[in-house]
């Protein structure tokens, strides 16, 4: 019997088993795909906003201000990477400039810190590429740049460091409440459910509760990725004004030195994460729109994300009409700027539970004060390189020369909980692949340690989702 | 160990095979070669068909037999060779630091660095295919890798994107290894790929070449199920109501090769726009004077026997460069083109060797954009004329090469022009 079972490992998810992790609780993670960090936290910006775009009276205006501040921390204890860059939102004209005064005063009643507005001296200062006719911006220092994929995966990490358990490549198509108890699947017994499964959130909460009030239509943004090579066209997080269409397109430098460009929102049917031409042409015209040099010949990856679109408008975070049963739904944008604040909020409300049930949550268990971080080979010294090579000889062996990533590297990231089962998993984790040749040359290589340290065949070796080989040979061939 | 060394080679392909044993023919030049694979030759293990080495050793050879010969002569040679041993950074343009799995964390000392890095494939983010990711997508060279060496299957109904040589090699290679393939679409109006390619790769096995056609969708969830692909009209924008479906597992990729330069802009050498490897005279000398590049990391060739030619000429030079104590270094000339070409190296011509022994000619190479059936190059050098000759069958497949006559060419520091007449 778990206490808590949590339905979905994207970042909202996880960071919830993370909080809930310091308590003495069995904590259950379930994921339908084969990795955690699989849906829209895989595919998105990857920003912190600043928090002033939101309604001040919220929750998304609330929790993204809470959650932009308690990256930090978090970003500590979880060993990700995380900058502050700050944020320019770029208008032209009078009505760009009451939309900009719009979001300053909005941010104000947020308190978020050192919002600004800049004339156009300053900000073709700032940023010498973008187009010459932007004539002021809202600059909000705390906006920030992460990995997001890296913030969930080290928090199912960290998580099941303390315990918690995962459970990949179970659907939850099944969930029976007999007196106090869930039962999932047939199987699996737990006291609570906290329901983060992104845009099939209104599909679980079905499950359980014919009369569901809310509905998640997702919408789709597609991106271009640019190669190192582009790395300092823009220094902070581009934006446009929302008087364009929707909030407008992206340019931001990534915690990796790439520069990601998008997306466009088009309202899409579940799962379809798909690329289109036209959606690609209009995102690359507002890029060009923005930033004129904008070099799109260096792009090196185009991918799209859904984003769960909530029918109320906004996050529905609250235990749900059947006691025990906890909605983290319609986790659209800024949901992973307000990841840590909606993870907070869940404990708080799990925390309501435990009391009325007289069953108090606590006392908090002694908690390692930080992940272990990843070794990345490529940012030692070279005297941090002799060491790590003759403390582990596998750092010797440079898998990736785009990235420079290790065979010792990949293995860690392997057989570490939460740990990478496939080529993209792995790339996700520690960047083999994830340069300008895209794998060419190291694809091989992975999938061959893949095999070795995971105890499986090559042929059995998937890219990405659940049944995606890379190769094409079968196992019973041999 | 002495890690002191009068000629760094970087790179264990067939450029780094022939440039490292051309310097260790003169006396008394201490040579390492550095490869980052467990064994030397580089792309041309995996080439396991012939069509190699016909102008070189005036035979024809398969990629693998063409690598063991130059192998061979490595071994009988007084070359240190390192494997498996990757170049993190080259400093001062003499420092090599290099991690071998076997040696650790190593650095070099080189009085010369000869860079033989070869090229890389375009992958899919540079032809900007809609459609969603699945497994099942390759550049060609890594199928051909997976095939030829690792001896994995990668697809049983292939189609193929790009007429580049490497993807028409793999059109007959997954047929002999028993796939279906069941086209090749090619943005351009002709194929970039070598004619004797054409026939007997795709010809010689009925295999349909859709010119003037890309991919515009790519479908499937997990493993590639189905791609579209369109006609293009003549800004290469896909026609709507030309699609056509393939239900495929597999697309491979021949889009096109890069000069594989982290080094060379790690080091801030001079680059080319054109070739997108570094700036490089008749000497095979980059803008940094000890450091020379060869092969594909310089310019894409067409042909590995010219890649050995060009090495040999780098590994020659560099030999002498690294015993001279004052090299003869003077002002070169410029070699531009005019839009006609895609391509030209070197981009600089000296006259004189780094012992001061007077060039007659030099190699030029070229490569056109777009075929033409017969057409004028002339080399002028502001309005003055020095070069004219007629060219029969120019095509962007077959680099043009020409012997430029050093006597006639103006001065030093002066730039000369290439220009294409029709």
Not at chain 2, 12 to 22: F, I, K, Q, R
Request: proline fraction near 4%.
């Amino acid at each position: 019997m778990f206490d808590w079972v949590i339905i979905g490992a994207g970042v909202s998810g996880a960071l919830i088993a993370q909080r809930l992790s310091a308590y003495p609780l069995k904590l259950l993670i379930i994921e339908k795909e084969n990795d955690v960090a699989c849906g829209a936290t895989k595919a998105n910006s990857a920003l912190i906003h600043a928090g002033y775009d939101a309604p001040f009276d919220s929750l998304r205006g609330r929790l993204n201000a809470e959650g932009n501040a308690m990256y930090d921390d978090l970003a500590e204890l979880l060993k990700f990477p995380f900058k502050r860059i700050g944020s320019l939102v770029l208008g032209v004209g009078a009505e760009d400039y009451t939309a900009l005064t719009k979001l300053y005063e909005n941010g104000l009643k947020l308190n978020i810190p050192g919002l600004k507005i800049l004339d156009q001296s300053r900000i073709h200062q700032m940023e010498p590429n973008i187009d010459p006719s932007f004539e002021y911006a809202l600059y909000a220092p705390t906006a920030g740049i992460t990995e997001p994929w890296e913030v969930a995966i080290a928090a199912c990490e960290y998580a099941m460091d303390q315990g918690a358990k995962l459970l990949l490549n179970t659907e939850v198509t099944e969930i029976v409440k007999i007196g106090e108890h869930f039962i999932i699947n047939g199987a699996i017994e737990t006291k609570g459910i906290i329901n983060a499964a992104g845009v099939h959130a209104d599909d679980i909460y079905r499950l359980i509760d014919g009369e569901i009030s809310f509905a998640i239509s997702p919408r789709r943004g597609e991106y271009f990725l640019l190669d190192k090579e582009a790395g300092g066209l823009v220094n902070h997080i581009l934006f446009t004004c929302p008087t364009y269409k929707g909030k407008g397109t992206i340019i931001a430098p990534t915690a990796h030195g790439n520069i990601i460009i998008g997306p466009n929102s088009e309202k899409v049917e579940k799962d379809y994460v798909n690329t289109t031409f036209e959606g690609l042409h209009d995102v690359k015209q507002n890029a060009l729109k923005m930033v004129p040099n904008c070099p799109l010949h260096l792009n090196i990856a185009n991918f799209s994300g859904v984003r769960a679109e909530p029918s109320t408008g906004d996050f529905i975070i609250e235990e749900s009409r059947i006691p025990g049963f906890i909605n983290v739904a319609g986790i659209k944008s800024p949901g992973l700027s307000a990841a840590p604040a909606i993870a907070k909020m869940v404990e708080s409300i799990v925390s309501d539970i435990h009391s009325r049930r007289g069953t108090a949550l606590g006392p908090m268990i002694q908690t390692p004060i930080s992940r272990r971080a990843r070794l990345h080979f490529s940012e030692l010294s070279e005297a941090e390189k002799i060491k790590a090579i003759a403390q582990d000889a596998k750092h010797a062996h440079i898998v990736c020369r785009c990235e420079q990533v290790t065979e010792a590297e990949i293995i860690d990231a392997i057989h570490r909980n939460a740990g990478a089962r496939t080529l993209n998993g792995v790339k996700r984790r520690v960047r083999p692949g994830a340069g300008r040749c895209q794998g060419g040359f190291c694809g091989p290589k992975v999938v061959a340690i893949l095999a070795r340290e995971l105890g499986i065949h090559r042929n059995e070796v998937e890219q990405e989702r659940k049944g995606s080989f890379v190769l094409s040979g079968g196992v019973q061939d041999e | 160990m002495n890690n002191k060394y009068d000629v760094i080679v970087v790179g264990g392909g067939p450029a780094g095979l022939a440039a490292a044993s051309e310097a260790a023919k003169n006396s008394g030049v201490r040579v390492a070669l550095i490869e980052r694979d467990a064994f030397l030759g580089g792309i041309l293990n995996q080439c396991i068909h012939t069509g190699f080495g016909l102008h070189h050793y005036k035979e024809e050879l398969t990629g693998t037999e063409y690598a063991h010969r130059g192998i061979m002569s490595i071994e009988a040679s007084s070359v240190d060779v390192y494997l498996e041993a990757m170049v993190m950074s080259i400093d001062e343009g003499h420092t090599v630091t290099l991690i071998s799995q076997t040696l650790g964390y190593v650095k070099l000392w080189g009085g010369a660095i000869i860079l033989a890095m070869g090229c890389r494939e375009r992958a899919r983010g540079s032809v900007i295919i809609p459609g969603t990711r699945p497994s099942g997508i390759f550049t060609a060279g890594t199928a051909q890798r997976y095939v030829n060496i690792e001896g994995d299957q990668v697809g049983k109904r292939v189609f193929i994107l790009g007429s580049g040589d490497i993807g028409l090699i793999m059109a007959r290679r997954m047929t002999l290894e028993g796939a279906q393939v069941l086209g090749v679409a090619e943005l351009m109006p002709f194929s970039s790929g070598l004619t004797r390619n054409i026939v007997q790769c795709l010809e010689d096995f009925d295999i349909p070449l859709f010119l003037s056609h890309t991919v515009v969708k790519i479908e499937g969830e997990t493993r590639l199920e189905q791609i579209t692909i369109a006609k293009v009209d003549a800004d290469y924008r896909p026609i709507s109501g030309t699609e056509k479906t393939f239900a495929c597992d597999t697309l491979l990729l021949s889009v096109g090769l890069i000069p594989e330069n982290e080094l060379s802009r790690q080091m801030a050498l001079e680059m080319h726009a054109l070739t997108r490897g570094p700036v490089i005279n008749n000497l095979m000398q980059t803008s940094m004077p000890s450091v020379f590049a060869c092969g594909n990391v310089a310019q894409v060739h067409d042909l590995v026997d010219h890649v050995s030619e060009e090495a040999e000429r780098a590994g020659k030079h560099t030999a002498i460069f690294s015993k001279t104590v004052v090299p003869m270094l003077e002002k070169a000339i410029t070699v531009e083109t005019d839009d006609a070409f895609g391509m030209v190296s070197p981009q600089k011509l000296v006259r004189f060797d780094f012992e001061n022994q007077p060039l007659q000619t030099a190699a030029l190479r070229l490569r056109v954009k777009k075929p033409y059936t017969s057409a004028w190059l002339v080399i002028k050098s502001g309005d003055v004329q020095l070069m004219r000759l007629r060219k029969n069958h120019l095509t962007p497949g077959e680099m043009v090469h020409i012997a430029v006559d050093l006597n006639a060419m103006p001065l030093e520091s002066e730039t000369i022009k290439v220009y294409l007449e029709v």
